[in-house]
C-alpha cells in the first residue's frame, strides 16, 4: 500500500507484481516475464515496479553451498542488468576526481546494456588499471631504477581508459548465448506460416 501511495503521489505507472506472476517452470520464461516487465514499465514511464515478496527469488547469488539452480541464477541476473542503478554503480565504483576530466557515466551506461553487477564491476576495475599500465610502461622503457621519491603519479581515469575498458570487456550473459540459440533452434516451438 505503501508503494502504491508513493507512485500515486509521484504520479508514475504503478506495477504492483507478485513472486510468483514472475517465476515459470519452463526454461528462460522466468527472464522474458522480467524483460517484458521492465520493457513495459519503460514503455508506460514513468513507471514504478513493486516486486512483492521479492525476498522470496532475490538471495545472494550462490545459494548455500553453491546449491541454487541455474534458472534461479538466470532470473536474478536479469534482475540485475534491468534497472537503471548501473549509473549508481559507475558513479561508486569510478568516482569523479575533483578538478579532473568528467567521466562520461551516460555513455558507460548506455553501452552497458546487458551487463550484470559483476560485469559492472569487472568494467570499472578494467578502466582503473589503464593509468597504472601507462606508468608501467613508462617505468619499464626509463630502464633505470627510479627512487622511490621520484616515481611518477598514477594518473586519473580518462575516457579513453573507459573505451578501452568498454572493448576489453563484454557481458558474461552473452557468453553462452550461442548454446541457447542452438537449443532453441533444435528443441524450440516456433509459428510456420
Given at each position: 500500500?505503501?508503494?502504491?501511495?508513493?507512485?500515486?503521489?509521484?504520479?508514475?505507472?504503478?506495477?504492483?507484481?507478485?513472486?510468483?506472476?514472475?517465476?515459470?517452470?519452463?526454461?528462460?520464461?522466468?527472464?522474458?516475464?522480467?524483460?517484458?516487465?521492465?520493457?513495459?514499465?519503460?514503455?508506460?514511464?514513468?513507471?514504478?515496479?513493486?516486486?512483492?515478496?521479492?525476498?522470496?527469488?532475490?538471495?545472494?547469488?550462490?545459494?548455500?553451498?553453491?546449491?541454487?539452480?541455474?534458472?534461479?541464477?538466470?532470473?536474478?541476473?536479469?534482475?540485475?542488468?534491468?534497472?537503471?542503478?548501473?549509473?549508481?554503480?559507475?558513479?561508486?565504483?569510478?568516482?569523479?576526481?575533483?578538478?579532473?576530466?568528467?567521466?562520461?557515466?551516460?555513455?558507460?551506461?548506455?553501452?552497458?546494456?546487458?551487463?550484470?553487477?559483476?560485469?559492472?564491476?569487472?568494467?570499472?576495475?578494467?578502466?582503473?588499471m589503464q593509468p597504472l599500465r601507462r606508468l608501467m610502461a613508462v617505468l619499464e622503457d626509463n630502464q633505470e631504477v627510479v627512487p622511490e621519491d621520484e616515481l611518477p603519479n598514477v594518473g586519473?581515469?580518462?575516457?579513453?581508459?573507459?573505451?578501452?575498458?568498454?572493448?576489453?570487456?563484454?557481458?558474461?550473459?552473452?557468453?553462452?548465448?550461442?548454446?541457447?540459440?542452438?537449443?532453441?533452434?533444435?528443441?524450440?516451438?516456433?509459428?510456420?506460416?
Open positions: 500500500m505503501l508503494a502504491k501511495a508513493v507512485a500515486t503521489e509521484c504520479k508514475t505507472t504503478f506495477f504492483n507484481i507478485s513472486a510468483s506472476s514472475v517465476v515459470s517452470k519452463w526454461r528462460g520464461d522466468s527472464e522474458k516475464l522480467i524483460k517484458v516487465l521492465f520493457d513495459l514499465a519503460r514503455h508506460h514511464a514513468p513507471s514504478t515496479i513493486f516486486l512483492d515478496e521479492i525476498d522470496a527469488i532475490i538471495s545472494q547469488r550462490g545459494g548455500e553451498g553453491r546449491s541454487e539452480h541455474e534458472a534461479s541464477r538466470r532470473l536474478k541476473t536479469e534482475l540485475l542488468i534491468q534497472p537503471e542503478a548501473r549509473k549508481a554503480m559507475f558513479e561508486e565504483l569510478l568516482p569523479q576526481q575533483h578538478g579532473e576530466e568528467a567521466l562520461p557515466y551516460d555513455i558507460l551506461v548506455e553501452r552497458s546494456e546487458g551487463y550484470s553487477g559483476s560485469d559492472i564491476r569487472l568494467l570499472c576495475k578494467e578502466a582503473a586519473p581515469v580518462t575516457s579513453d581508459d573507459i573505451e578501452t575498458a568498454l572493448r576489453n570487456t563484454r557481458p558474461s550473459a552473452h557468453l553462452h548465448a550461442h548454446r541457447y540459440e542452438k537449443f532453441n533452434a533444435d528443441y524450440g516451438s516456433q509459428i510456420l506460416r
